[in-house]
């Protein structure tokens, strides 16, 4: 399992993720980071990441743990980590 750290801002691409509803997504989404892994996300390949939107004007005393909860590709998450 790849570890970020909490704070840590992601840029994915289309394609990288998809809701918790198994949505793909269509557009870049850029967030940061609460917390990888957690439950398993039933989808080989894929991991849960939960994090705040760069717009959460609440973050980092938001009064929840995360605004977002997307699945990612666990490569893609890595690539999105290194750029």
Do not use: F, K
């Not at 939107?53 to 690539?79: F, I, K, N, S, T």
């Amino acid at each position: 399992m790849i570890e970020i750290p909490a704070g840590t801002r992601l840029s994915l691409r289309a394609g990288e993720w998809a809701t918790h509803a198994d949505q793909l997504g269509t557009t870049s989404i850029d967030l940061r980071v609460m917390n990888v892994g957690g439950e398993p996300t039933g989808v080989p390949g894929w991991v849960r990441v939960r994090g705040h939107g760069l717009d959460c004007r609440l973050a980092p005393r938001c009064l929840h743990p995360w605004c977002l909860e997307l699945l990612v590709q666990v490569e893609a998450l890595y690539d999105a980590a290194n750029r």
